[in-house]
Structures are given as C-alpha cells and as structure tokens.
C-alpha cells in the first residue's frame, strides 16, 4: 500500500489507524522490555544442587510386550494358526502317531507285510501262524496251507483281476489249494479279519510297503 | 580464544565435567531468569524457576538429542516450569491470575517504573500460551523458528499467536491510560 492510499485509508477510517498507532506502541514498548540482572547466589546455588553423578541416559523401560492386548492377540491368533496347521499336515502328510501304535486311534491296522522264501511263506499272526507252500504245477499253482488258526479269518489270493478266497475258522488247517493260470504270474496273498486286512503277502518275491 | 559451543560443552557435561555445565549457566543465566520473571512476574518465583530449570537440565543431559539446539531446550524447560509453577501458585493461593495481578502493584511487582509495572500486569493477563511467545520472542529474543522448535508447533501457528498476543495486549484496559498518553 502507497503512503498516498495509506494517509486516505487512514483518513477514511480513523478508528483502524488509532488501533495501528496502537499496536505499534505496544510492539515499541515490548521491544524495549528492560532486562533485570541476575539475583545473586543464583549460580552457586545451582552448583551446589547438582547431583554428583554425572548425568547419563536415562535407562530405557523393557517393555512387557506380552501385557499389551495387541500383543496377546498376536499370540493368540498364532497360536490357532499353528493348531490349525497342525490338523491340516495331520491329515494330509499324516504327521502324527506311529501307525505300529494303534492304541487309542481310529486308525486302521496296517497288515503285517511278508514274502515267501523258496517258496515257504511263513507267517506269524496274532490270529494265525504257520506257513504256505507254493509250488509250479503246470499251467497252475499248487499251495499248501499248513496253519494254525486261532480266530476266523480269510485269506485271499489275488493275481490281476483272479481272485481266490478262502475262509479259516479256528483250529488247525491243513490242505492243498490250486490257483489256476498262476504259475507265472505274482500272486498277493492278504490275510482279512473282520473285513480289515491284516497281513499281506507275496509268495514270488519281496512286497516293498 | 573463540567461545566453546553448547554442543562441545553438553559433550563435556555428559563425561562428569562440571564446569563445564558451570559454563553452561552463566552463559544462559540471565536469559532464563528473564523469561521465567516475565513469565510469573515476582522476582523470587523466577529464582526458583531458573534454579530448577538449569537443575533438570543437568538431571536429564543425558537424554538430551543433540540434533536439537540446546538452548531451544533450555528454553522449553524454563516456560514449562513456569507454567508449572505459576498453576501451583495460583491452585495455592485460590486466585485467578487477573485476580492476582490486580492485586499487585506495578511497583510490588519489579520495582520498575509504572509503566513497566503496566505492560507487565497486562502481559501477566495473557493465557499461559500468549504470555509464552511474548518472553520468547521479545525477552529472550528468539526467532519464529527457535519458538516453533521450543513450543513445539508450526512457524506459522507462532506468528498468528504473537499476532493475538499484541493484539490483546494493545486491548488491554491496563494500558489504556498509557496508550493514550502516547
């Protein structure tokens, strides 16, 4: 603002103009505030208070972490997240108790595994003991069941889709069997109690479970 | 000899160097005593400020950032105490602070001519903020930018209230008389 529009703007409104007279009188006498000297003894004393330590950071406050609600929700949605893991590797991978420990599980037994030795299939079950003897007869196989059977199970004989059965009660079984067209051919033998496998055999060669 | 710098002196303290922290005091001494006697007006109460204000300083030295000017520091420590301290004396007394200057006389007060006891009064009318930029700036003679870093707010918010502070004072009844003499 030019001094000319200032002096009209001044004349115009006498009232604003008195308030800068004002206000610049207030600002002068700030400006000119006097300074007061320091009281004596002011610097002593203030040497005299200091504590003798020389001063140091003061010691950080650990904190609790697991005090803070946000922290144990954390913790808490973490630990249902590993649960939950858990269960799913439990039941995909199968990551839980040895299958040779059924007790207290709903687990179905694996069958005892096995294979016949120059030709003599031995077999040591709970349910039943003693051995299968196999032998090449021609176009057929011809076995020999020598066993004892403490409870009643089946026994099934399969070679691709041929499937013999052949059921033990209790007592001691001794008899010949034929497998037709099997002479050449694997034939897995699968001892079921109860409608569950519970061994599983091949009279030729190894089973690799 | 060129004069040490608060900086090389705040390292000095921190070692156990006490004068030092000495050095550190006379140098700020009078400024603060200022601030702290325009801030509460009597004399005695400004002692005590200033004392307590050089003592916490030195109590918490060691959690002072470097990165801030000292002085800055100092300066909060002072306006703090004394807000402080004026809010006890006036819970203490049961009087409001226009209360309280009212009631106390220009010459009571700094022993001053009446004018100054005046302007003084007046300034003891501000609220604790508007009284805060008014020593800083004018007492103790900061820059807006030293004022933001000391009260911790904007620049800009620093001036708009130094500009209300003026303006209150320019209002005041207690320096009416004057400022028409003027």
């Known amino acids: ?24 009188a207030v600002e002068d006498a700030l400006a000119n505030l006097p300074q007061h000297e320091v009281p004596p003894g002011l610097l002593a004393d203030v040497m005299a208070a200091l504590p003798q ?34 269960l799913v590797l439990d039941q995909q991978v199968g990551v839980g ?3 040779e420990d059924l007790s207290g599980t709903l687990m179905a037994t694996r069958p005892a595994t096995g294979q016949a030795g120059d030709g003599v299939l031995r077999l040591s079950l709970e349910a039943l003991q003693g051995s299968i003897t196999s032998e090449n007869a021609g176009e057929s196989m011809q076995l020999q069941l020598d066993l004892e059977v403490d409870e ?3 026994l099934v004989f399969s070679q691709g889709s041929e499937v013999t059965r052949r059921t033990l009660t209790p007592g001691s079984v001794q008899e010949s069997l034929t497998l037709p067209g099997a002479a050449e051919a694997s034939v897995r033998v699968t001892v079921v109690k109860a409608g569950a496998p519970i061994g599983e055999y091949l009279l030729d060669r190894e089973v690799s479970w | 000899m060129s004069e ?17 922290f000495e050095t550190l005091v006379v140098r700020y001494q009078r400024p603060v005593f200022n601030a702290a006697l325009r ?12 004392q307590a204000t050089f003592l916490k300083a030195y109590e918490h030295l060691g959690d002072f950032d470097p990165q801030y000017r000292f002085f800055s520091w100092l300066y909060r420590i002072a306006i703090n105490e004394s807000i ?17 200057d009212s009631a106390a006389g220009p010459e009571q007060a700094l022993g001053q001519d009446q004018f100054d006891g005046a302007l003084q009064a007046a300034i003891m009318g501000l609220s604790d903020d508007y009284r805060a930029v008014i020593v800083l700036h004018h007492v103790v003679g900061c820059s807006y930018e030293d004022m933001a870093a000391i009260l911790d707010i904007p620049a800009k918010t620093v001036k708009s209230r130094l500009f ?10 207690l320096l009416a008389a004057w400022l028409e003499q003027t």
């Open chain 2, 39 to 50: 801030m509460l007006r009597h004399g005695e109460d400004a002692r005590d400020v200033a």
């Open chain 2, 164 to 173: 209300s502070a003026r303006q209150r004072l320019k209002d005041s009844p």
């Open chain 1, 1 to 24: 603002m030019s001094e000319d529009r200032l002096d009209e703007s001044q004349a115009t409104h006498p009232e604003s103009a008195e308030d800068r007279r004002r206000l610049r």
């Open chain 1, 152 to 154: 009643e199970v089946e």
């Open chain 1, 53 to 86: 330590a020389a001063p140091t950071a003061a010691r950080p406050v650990r904190k609790r972490l697991w005090r803070e609600p946000r922290w144990q929700l954390t913790a808490l949605a973490a630990g249902l997240g590993a649960l939950a893991v858990g």
């Open chain 1, 97 to 99: 108790p040895p299958t």
């Open chain 2, 4 to 20: 040490e710098s608060d900086e090389a002196l705040v390292r000095r303290c921190r070692t156990g160097d006490r004068g030092a």
């Open chain 2, 84 to 100: 402080n301290h004026g809010k006890r004396r006036r819970s203490h007394e049961g009087l409001s602070g226009e209360e309280r």
